[in-house]
T-cell receptor, first 113, second 116 residues
Framework: KAGVTQTPRYLIKTRGQQVTLSCSPISGHRSVSWYQQTPGQGLQFLFEYFSETQRNKGNFPGRFSGRQFSNSRSEMNVSTLELGDSALYLC????????????FGSGTRLTVV | DQQVKQNSPSLSVQEGRISILNCDYTNSMFDYFLWYKKYPAEGPTFLISISSIKDKNEDGRFTVFLNKSAKHLSLHIVPSQPGDSAVYFCAARETNSGGSNYKLTFGKGTLLTVNP
């Protein structure tokens, strides 16, 4: 079966712009979580969606937002980009939550210049 | 405040030897622990997990040990192979008071290099 698909794989944006990242979970998975990975910081939890509802939110500013659609696909949006937003953004899906762990996508590498 | 700590940024071992990756945590509400492996340009891959009610879980060459009193867990890889070279993340799950919402807290990772 198809894995978690994240698009685009790479993105270069200018400071002040906004960006939207997309994640298509494994078929049947209803929980989608987003993480930010930066060098030396590991994976930082952004938010989790389940059945179109945000269930958890990490400690990120309001510039970071997301949503989930009825087909479980999820989007993440970052407005007013800052240089420090440059990171690998990872999406993970699971049936109902991280019970047995997630299946991660390959990520979107965002570079803000 | 970092609730999951992997104090060794890197580890180098010889092929065939044992690799031991360590992880410490501070949050007593963590009830489930996982290890992920990550290759460059790929997403993390689930490796092995352990519930807080157990102290050991084994899967092939991989064994995870949990010492709840010390708030410490470790991943043992025996024997180590060059293909095991990757970044290993320790993660912990916390059940909130509602019991229905979960998130994972990750450590910063340990780069394991297995030399032929």
């Amino acid at each position: 079966k198809a894995g978690v698909t994240q698009t685009p794989r790479y993105l270069i944006k200018t400071r002040g712009q906004q960006v939207t990242l997309s994640c298509s979970p494994i078929s049947g998975h209803r929980s989608v979580s987003w993480y930010q990975q930066t060098p030396g910081q590991g994976l930082q939890f952004l938010f989790e969606y389940f059945s179109e509802t945000q269930r958890n939110k990490g400690n990120f500013p309001g510039r970071f937002s997301g949503r989930q659609f009825s087909n479980s696909r999820s989007e993440m949006n970052v407005s007013t980009l800052e240089l420090g937003d440059s990171a690998l953004y990872l999406c993970a899906s699971s049936l109902a939550g991280p019970f047995q762990g997630y299946t991660f996508g390959s990520g979107t590498r965002l570079t803000v210049v | 405040d970092q609730q999951v700590k992997q104090n060794s940024p890197s580890l180098s071992v010889q092929e065939g030897r044992i690799s031991i990756l360590n992880c410490d945590y501070t949050n007593s509400m963590f009830d489930y622990f996982l290890w992920y492996k990550k290759y460059p340009a790929e997403g993390p891959t689930f490796l092995i997990s352990i519930s807080s009610i157990k102290d050991k879980n084994e899967d092939g060459r991989f064994t995870v040990f949990l010492n709840k009193s010390a708030k410490h867990l470790s991943l043992h890889i025996v024997p180590s192979q060059p293909g095991d070279s990757a970044v290993y993340f320790c993660a912990a799950r916390e059940t909130n008071s509602g019991g229905s919402n979960y998130k994972l807290t990750f450590g910063k990772g340990t780069l394991l290099t297995v030399n032929p």
